[in-house]
């Protein structure tokens, strides 16, 4: 199942390269167009507007058998706000595009926009706009939402270099332990508390908005990147930005005491699940090893969790990973497509 | 079939306009937000953005056994171009959320993609971003188009004033006639240039981008509304956001030399096929009384065609319609669905 889930959003990567080539014609204004978190234009010689758009499609994306109307809109806006928190922008305008099926009622619908204006309302972002149309198939939801930085200070996948430091924020693999408990045969030997903090994690993961914006105005972070396909995944996306290679320590990959009680129970390698595990919405950064003291220092003050995992290596080195045996290995081709069965 | 989808239409409306009412925040910089052909934005002291987003779905808006992946992606380009020559803005950047059926090509994305582009291309369009994803219900096609005008420029739907001129672009009536002929027995009497035309109408409608940009630049037109709905419902939409009524000369309308014969040939009045057909995407703007000269002079000028079909009342006398015997009737609550059975 990973394998054909692998090869499904690798085809769709490909189909996009191809895509950019040929017909994203680039006007000056135009900082960054189709290939990071979001597109870039320069609005005025102040400001850079950051353009997101995410679409969540019932039974690839989401099954309304086991997410509520209002989980799916709540998701669907944090999936936005986590690729404006890897620009380190301030998310400001939302737009909806809503495709609803005959079974779905009015309720439905209201606690779908509950869910988005949940997640949006503490960053204060404004509705602006949107469609609804009926679907003959499935839910379909695609959002937009428009960011702001100033000019300059906009966080970009492509600015990794050679000897930079890899950090991440939070903890990884959660978000899949907790989507493996709610949808496999429950787990007995893991204690109540650690499930529950897993399944939220999973239902109501947490962009880390702020944490980007610190990384940008300061100019903290040289690259960065938010994990919503999972570690593995993301890290090859920032590498083929930057045109460089990278190599991860395993044993330093942060996992809670949660996903790791989870992961014995289950039998699990609990880096694995941080590797392949989509949607925690942690942030991936780099930064350059003169930054290093003032960036540990700030985030120990401000109490944002970030721990270092590994460093950036000319692109020859490919992508590698240290077992915590000392073995080196090629970083693997998964990536996790969401609640894709 | 008709009173079926109008309500459909009307519950659409009534649960945006609720939605409006208990989502939309909404910060000083925000001119319009949900409710007009797009959000405004103010980006700067000089400039206004604007924001628009359709969703085009599979067996509701199109049906691929009828229409080919390359006329879906152009059809939805242009419908989102008409949204922006409404306002009068420059079209400038497109997002495209994609949803796929497996049944789906490489091959037929790359169409889709081609009418998206062919229909973009001569505006300048920057691709900037955009999501693809499986689907597991049918084609799923959601755009976000930017655009640009000088701050206070933009067309609005609230600006029509008690005593302007009601005027449309070109003729109208054109696509139903055309989608009429493609979809029903064919009509061996009217003439085969007549049914080209209409035909061609229908698949190769033309956004009235250069029209709104001359409209607003030199402020003109008091309101504006590209007909994607109808006269019958667009003109409802304006009188509603400005708060007046309307009176509508039915014999002033204009219909097309081929619409007048299908409708002849067909047994329809020509007026209805104008009042009820949806997606002909011509412009209908107010002109207060001391512009009307300097506008039909300019038009004439520039060859665009303009015809004034009425003019905008207070509030109280209602939405009503003038027929060519001199009777008064209440503008008809139709609204067409698009290619919705």
Same mark, same amino acid.
């Given at each position: 199942?990973?394998?054909?889930?692998?090869?499904?959003?690798?085809?769709?990567? +490909?189909?996009?390269?191809?895509?950019?080539?040929?017909?994203?014609?680039?006007?000056?204004?135009?900082?960054?167009?189709?290939?990071?978190?979001?597109?870039?234009?320069?609005?005025?010689?102040?400001?850079?507007?950051?353009?997101?758009?995410?679409?969540?499609?019932?039974?690839?994306?989401?099954?309304?058998?086991?997410?509520?109307?209002?989980?799916?809109?709540?998701?669907?806006?944090?999936?936005?706000?986590?690729?404006?928190?890897?620009?380190?922008?301030?998310?400001?305008?939302?737009?909806?595009?809503?495709?609803?099926?005959?079974?779905?009622?009015?309720?439905?619908?209201?606690?779908?926009?509950?869910?988005?204006?949940?997640?949006?309302?503490?960053?204060?972002?404004?509705?602006?706009?949107?469609?609804?149309?009926?679907?003959?198939?499935?839910?379909?939801?695609?959002?937009?939402?428009?960011?702001?930085?100033?000019?300059?200070?906009?966080?970009?996948?492509?600015?990794?270099?050679?000897?930079?430091?890899?950090?991440?924020?939070?903890?990884?693999?959660?978000?899949?332990?907790?989507?493996?408990?709610?949808?496999?045969?429950?787990?007995?030997?893991?204690?109540?508390?650690?499930?529950?903090?897993?399944?939220?994690?999973?239902?109501?993961?947490?962009?880390?908005?702020?944490?980007?914006?610190?990384?940008?105005?300061?100019?903290?972070?040289?690259?960065?990147?938010?994990?919503?396909?999972?570690?593995?995944?993301?890290?090859?996306?920032?590498?083929?930005?930057?045109?460089?290679?990278?190599?991860?320590?395993?044993?330093?990959?942060?996992?809670?005491?949660?996903?790791?009680?989870?992961?014995?129970?289950?039998?699990?390698?609990?880096?694995?699940?941080?590797?392949?595990?989509?949607?925690?919405?942690?942030?991936?950064?780099?930064?350059?090893?003169?930054?290093?003291? +003032?960036?540990?220092?700030?985030?120990?003050?401000?109490?944002?969790?970030?721990?270092?995992?590994?460093?950036?290596?000319?692109?020859?080195?490919?992508?590698?990973?240290?077992?915590?045996?000392?073995?080196?290995?090629?970083?693997?081709?998964?990536?996790?497509?969401?609640?894709?069965?």
């Amino acid at each position: 199942v990973a394998l054909r889930q692998a090869s499904e959003r690798l085809e769709e990567f +490909a189909l996009i390269r191809a895509l950019r080539g040929r017909f994203s014609h680039r006007d000056a204004e135009v900082i960054r167009g189709i290939g990071d978190d979001a597109a870039v234009i320069a609005t005025s010689p102040k400001q850079w507007w950051h353009v997101t758009t995410d679409m969540l499609v019932e039974g690839v994306h989401f099954d309304l058998g086991t997410a509520s109307p209002e989980a799916v809109g709540y998701r669907s806006a944090m999936a936005n706000l986590s690729d404006l928190a890897a620009m380190g922008a301030v998310p400001r305008y939302l737009l909806t595009s809503i495709a609803i099926p005959r079974r779905c009622t009015a309720a439905h619908v209201e606690q779908l926009y509950g869910g988005l204006m949940k997640a949006c309302r503490p960053h204060g972002v404004n509705l602006i706009g949107g469609d609804t149309s009926a679907s003959r198939g499935g839910l379909f939801l695609s959002l937009t939402l428009i960011g702001i930085t100033r000019s300059g200070q906009a966080l970009l996948r492509s600015g990794a270099r050679i000897g930079d430091a890899l950090y991440v924020t939070g903890t990884l693999g959660d978000s899949l332990a907790g989507l493996q408990i709610l949808t496999r045969r429950p787990s007995g030997r893991v204690a109540k508390p650690h499930q529950r903090f897993l399944i939220h994690r999973h239902l109501r993961p947490t962009a880390r908005v702020s944490e980007g914006q610190w990384l940008s105005r300061a100019r903290l972070a040289s690259a960065a990147i938010d994990l919503s396909d999972g570690l593995s995944g993301d890290v090859r996306h920032l590498c083929e930005e930057s045109r460089v290679g990278v190599d991860i320590e395993l044993g330093a990959i942060p996992v809670s005491r949660a996903c790791r009680a989870y992961a014995k129970a289950s039998e699990q390698d609990p880096t694995q699940l941080a590797l392949s595990g989509g949607e925690d919405y942690e942030l991936l950064f780099t930064v350059s090893a003169h930054r290093q003291p +003032a960036v540990e220092q700030q985030a120990k003050k401000a109490g944002y969790r970030i721990t270092r995992i590994g460093v950036i290596r000319p692109r020859r080195s490919g992508l590698r990973m240290r077992s915590q045996t000392g073995e080196w290995h090629p970083l693997p081709l998964t990536s996790y497509e969401h609640f894709c069965e």
